[in-house]
């Protein structure tokens, strides 16, 4: 199982950007994905999370400008991201649980995608 993120980049302060997330590989069922991110200097923190039936929860820095959604059928996970600060400017990683082929539940990361927010 992979999860293979895209989406990152440079964008000045107000701006928009959206991130995805696909898993792929040998999976049965997911559950919990999210998105974490990572300041230099600083530990990795939650952004946000949504269960496979939808139930969402942000952390407090980003609520009302960044959305959380996925696409079960595709195994996907996004995260529209607006009205973005400086102070949003780290490398976003996703993360899930999967259930693979093999019934095992694990917890999987993704390779990390920069975001940099210039003033």
């Known amino acids: 199982v992979q999860l293979q993120a895209s989406g990152g980049g440079l964008v000045q302060a107000g701006g928009s950007l959206r991130l995805s997330c696909a898993a792929s590989?040998?999976?049965?069922?997911?559950?919990?994905m999210g998105w974490y991110r990572q300041a230099p200097g600083k530990q990795r923190e939650l952004v946000a999370r949504?269960?496979?039936?939808?139930?969402?929860n942000y952390a407090d820095s980003v609520k009302g400008r960044f959305t959380i959604s996925r696409d079960n059928a595709k195994n996907t996970v996004y995260l529209q991201m607006n009205s973005l600060k400086p102070e949003d400017t780290a490398v976003y990683y996703c993360?899930?649980?999967?259930?693979?082929?093999?019934?095992?539940?694990?917890?999987?990361w993704g390779q990390g995608t920069q975001v940099t927010v210039s003033s």
């Open positions: 993360n899930a649980d999967i259930y693979g082929s093999d019934l095992y539940l694990s917890n999987y």
């Open positions: 590989g040998s999976i049965f069922s997911i559950n919990v």
């Open positions: 949504i269960t496979s039936g939808g139930n969402t």
